[in-house]
């Protein structure tokens, strides 16, 4: 079946300017993370979405950055005014509430802030 | 989403040989564990899991080990082939179901 899809897979942008990257969860999974990773470093936890409850922002690491998630189920992270130090990956994954605890991640967005 | 990292620990190990895969984890109310691969340009991929109330488990070629005494986790690949260099991540979770708190991760290499 379809794995959790991430789109656009690369986003250049220049400093200052907003983005949105999207991610599409495998149908039926009611949770949905986000995650980035730098250079460097590991994966750091962004936000979590669980069905109908409010998001876990703990992880937003500035207010410039939002998410959302429509219809519990397509996610859009948005980053306004983009900062050099905002590149990384993005790493979306989602999960089943109940049962197996495994994230199944989608491929990334790398995003190059110039 | 590549893995890349200046300071990345490094594992080499030959061909056909096992390879161990060590981490530590911070949280001592953690009580679910996983194993990511994760390759050049992709997503981390799902090795195996394991829960606080088991200290081993065993999938295909991988086996994980869970010592909660000294908040120890490991990797074992038997017979490791070209196709397991990776990065290798640990996480941990408490209750499941939560943000994964992701480990470093470990860039294995194998020489063929």
């Known amino acids: 079946g379809a794995g959790v899809s991430q789109s656009p897979s690369n986003k250049v942008t220049e400093k200052g300017k907003d983005v949105e990257l999207r991610c599409d969860p495998i149908s039926g999974h009611t949770a949905l993370y986000w995650y980035r990773q730098s250079l460097g470093q590991g994966l750091e936890f962004l936000i979590y979405f669980q069905g109908n409850s409010a998001p876990d922002k703990s992880g937003l690491p500035s207010d410039r950055f939002s998410a959302e998630r429509t219809g519990g189920s397509v996610s859009t992270l948005t980053i306004q005014r983009t900062q050099q130090e905002d590149s990384a990956v993005y790493l979306c994954?989602?999960?089943?509430?109940?049962?197996?605890?495994?994230?199944?991640f989608g491929p990334g967005t790398r995003l190059t802030v110039t | 989403g590549e893995s890349v990292g200046l300071h990345l620990p490094t594992l080499s190990v030959q061909e056909g040989d096992n390879s161990i895969i060590n981490c530590a984890y911070s949280?001592?109310?953690?009580?679910?564990f996983i194993w990511y691969k994760q390759e050049s340009g992709k997503g981390p991929q799902f090795i195996i899991d394991?829960?606080?109330?088991?200290d081993k488990r065993q999938g295909q070629r991988v086996t994980v080990l869970l010592n909660k005494t000294v908040k120890h986790l490991s990797l074992q690949i038997a017979a490791t082939q070209p196709g397991d260099s990776a990065v290798y991540f640990c996480a941990e979770s408490h209750s499941g179901n939560t943000p994964l708190v992701f480990g470093k991760g470990t860039r294995l290499s194998v020489i063929a």
């Open positions: 949280n001592s109310a953690s009580d679910y």
């Open positions: 394991i829960r606080s109330n088991m």
């Open positions: 994954a989602s999960s089943f509430w109940t049962g197996s605890y495994e994230q199944y």
